[in-house]
T-cell receptor, first 110, second 113 residues
């Protein structure tokens, strides 16, 4: 079974600080996605990375896909209280399964 | 607006009961998925379906079955509910396009007493 390890599991930081969330695996994925989930709702896609080494930016969020397509990171610059939520990475395996990491619960303190 | 609708937001069932969780999508997506979400364990894949009448086991299929008789509808069945199946169940669908974005329903919180 392919696994995605996310770290840290919990993160509580002050508004304005920077942070990085990691998503690692020993397996190669054809693509990796990052989702954000608010309480009482389903996850919503933030970004998909497909090419090894790819970097995508979404306002203050920067996503990177590792060269070997086994890992990814999410960096948030100058975190805002509105960034609070559960961040999930997801990978598509060779057999078309989409599996998720356990998530990083982020809390930004005003 | 794309929409994935799950039939029940909250259900309470007794051990041994048969439980149906329904999911309908209006996007003509081929792929549909059922996950369960538990604190500290993330989303775990139960079953998925490539297309009508097709189904594949995910990582935790034991105690569950699924049905996909129509493209827009994917049902999750608990033949005999047990307390360890108390969880949040999330249905998702996706297009097989480049992004492969999953569109999720709002979830069904099942409690088995």
């Amino acid at each position: 079974t392919q696994l995605l390890e996310q770290s840290p599991q919990f993160l509580s930081i002050q508004e304005g600080e920077n942070l990085t969330v990691y998503c690692n695996s020993s397996s190669v994925f054809s693509s990796l996605q990052w989702y954000r989930q608010e309480p009482g709702e389903g996850p919503v896609l933030l970004v998909t990375v497909v090419t090894g080494g790819e970097v995508k930016k979404l306002k203050r969020l920067t996503f990177q896909f590792g060269d070997a397509r086994k890992d990814s990171s999410l960096h948030i610059t100058a975190a805002q209280p509105g960034d609070t939520g559960l961040y999930l990475c997801a990978g598509e395996s060779r057999d078309d399964k989409i599996i998720f990491g356990k998530g990083t619960r982020l809390h930004i303190l005003p | 607006d794309v929409k994935v609708t799950q039939s029940s937001r909250y259900l309470v069932k007794r051990t041994g009961e048969k439980v149906f969780l329904e999911c309908v999508q209006d996007m003509d997506h081929e792929n549909m998925f059922w996950y369960r979400q538990d604190p500290g364990l993330g989303l775990r894949l139960i079953y998925f379906s490539y297309d009508v009448k097709m189904k594949e086991k995910g990582d935790i299929p034991e105690g569950y079955s699924v049905s996909r008789e129509k493209k827009e509808r994917f049902s999750l069945i608990l033949e005999s509910a047990s307390t360890n199946q108390t969880s949040m169940y999330l249905c998702a669908s996706r297009d097989r396009g480049i992004t492969g974005e999953l569109f999720f329903g709002e979830g069904s919180r099942l409690t088995v007493l």
